[in-house]
């Protein structure tokens, strides 16, 4: 992220966890080939009053992923330098290092509960659509990406408003999901090649947020 977004976070002691169809990648929460079969011939099934919703598998689909949000994180024991440079985008970037079990506990639902039907944090399988089989809980798509994108190793943390019930495509971009930040956050790093300045300036922002954190910078940069 870059400077203004962690101060943000600081700020707000939240997370931004963005609704699945504002991501640029258009294939966030597809179904894979078999299931989307079955929820055709599903649907081509039915009989509807004039008052559903929900008509189609593709009505079903558009429903889900206007109810998705997900946080990304990337998962690793050591820095990644693709990382830094696609998602830092400068050499004025931040990263901060957590973990699933500190997510889990540092993050509050309470102020988004009447939209959350359900939450859960999980890795991403990296699978071809063709090479996923069975009928797959709902959940399932917004964990799969296609292989290409193996490289991020990513973790995400997923909320889904969806409501069999009453379904609604009338949904926010996103939600600031509070968490307590001196429970999430294990280290903040600045970029590897990151100006002196900018390590100074991020420590000073941490300290005025009260946070016992020590700035560290990133060790895999270009410079020598």
Same mark, same amino acid.
């Given at each position: 992220m870059d400077f203004s977004k962690f101060v943000s976070l600081?700020?707000?002691? @939240?997370?931004w966890i963005a609704r699945s169809d504002t991501f640029k990648?258009? /294939? +966030? !929460?597809?179904? /894979?080939?078999e299931m989307e079969e079955s929820l055709?011939? &599903?649907y081509e099934s039915q009989e509807y009053d004039s008052n559903a919703k929900i008509r189609t598998a593709d009505d079903f689909q558009m429903y889900l992923i206007k109810n998705a949000f997900i946080n990304?994180? /990337? +998962?690793n024991l050591d820095e990644n330098m693709v990382m830094w440079e696609i998602y830092g985008r400068s050499e004025c970037s931040i990263a901060i290092k957590t973990s %699933? !079990?500190?997510l889990t506990n540092s993050v509050d639902v309470s102020s988004i509960k009447e939209h959350c039907a359900d939450i859960c944090i999980g890795r991403v399988n990296y699978i071809k659509s063709e090479e996923v089989s069975g009928e797959l809980?709902? %959940? #399932? $798509? #917004? &964990?799969r990406k296609r292989p290409h994108f193996a490289f991020e190793k990513e973790v995400r943390l997923f909320i889904s408003s969806y @409501? $069999? *019930? *009453? $379904? @609604?495509?009338d949904r926010v971009s996103g939600y600031n999901l509070p968490v307590n930040l001196p429970d999430m956050i294990e280290n903040v790093f600045v970029h590897p090649d990151a100006p002196s300045w900018l390590h100074d300036a991020v420590q000073a922002v941490v300290d005025r947020f009260e946070l016992q954190v020590t700035v560290e910078k990133g060790t895999c940069g270009n410079q020598f």
């Open positions: 600081l700020n707000s002691s @939240s997370l990648d258009k /294939h +966030e !929460g597809k179904f /894979h080939s055709l011939k &599903f990304c994180w /990337h +998962e %699933v !079990g500190k809980n709902y %959940v #399932f $798509p #917004f &964990f @409501s $069999p *019930n *009453n $379904p @609604s495509l």
